[in-house]
């Protein structure tokens, strides 16, 4: 069912291996208020903050902190807007079909990261996004992946990161501005 964040969701993940969250029927929304989601600080292992599985759903409105990865879609048409992810080693992985990446910040700049948004499905839309990277990449589209329109978005490279990774397969790459 649709959810909205009353609070912050902090884990000690030493002890939650999984997902945080995990998004696992068709067409739920995740609301999350302004509010966290994330491991605690103190945590060695590092788990993902939230997985979405399925078809259709969204999340929006908050900030996701300490986890191996941010937020990681399976499935099909999901939408992520208006999220901040902190301090993750990559902050989104899209494995999910004709998925909306749309005006977020993935903080990508600290030394544990690799990178913000992996694209490893087709279809994706990646648009008003702001990335600053320091080591690894801003966007990287896998190999073999078609039909992903990356547009508007702001990556900024700040040590030996690049903006965007084999980004040749995109049918559309226009308005990005990448500041090394």
Not at 99 to 127: C, M, P, R, Y
């Amino acid at each position: 069912d649709d959810t909205t964040l009353s609070e912050d969701v902090v884990c000690d993940c030493d002890a939650n291996s999984g997902p945080l969250i995990t998004l696992g029927k068709f067409s739920i929304t995740l609301d999350m208020n302004g509010h966290t989601i994330g491991c605690m600080a103190s945590s060695t292992k590092k788990a993902t903050c939230i997985s979405v599985d399925y078809f259709g759903s969204t999340v929006e409105n908050g900030t996701v902190a300490n986890c191996n990865v941010g937020i990681r879609l399976k499935g099909s048409i999901h939408t992520v807007t208006d999220v901040s992810v902190l301090s993750s080693e990559v902050g989104m992985v899209v494995k999910s079909f004709n998925s909306f990446l749309l005006h977020n910040t993935i903080d990508a700049s600290e030394d544990a990261s690799t990178g913000g948004i992996k694209i490893a499905a087709n279809g994706a839309v990646i648009q008003g996004n702001t990335i600053p990277v320091a080591d690894g990449y801003g966007i990287n589209v896998l190999s073999g992946v078609a039909s992903t329109d990356i547009l508007d978005n702001n990556v900024t490279v700040s040590g030996e990161g690049v903006c965007f990774l084999d980004p040749g397969t995109s049918s559309k790459m226009e308005g990005n501005i990448c500041n090394d």
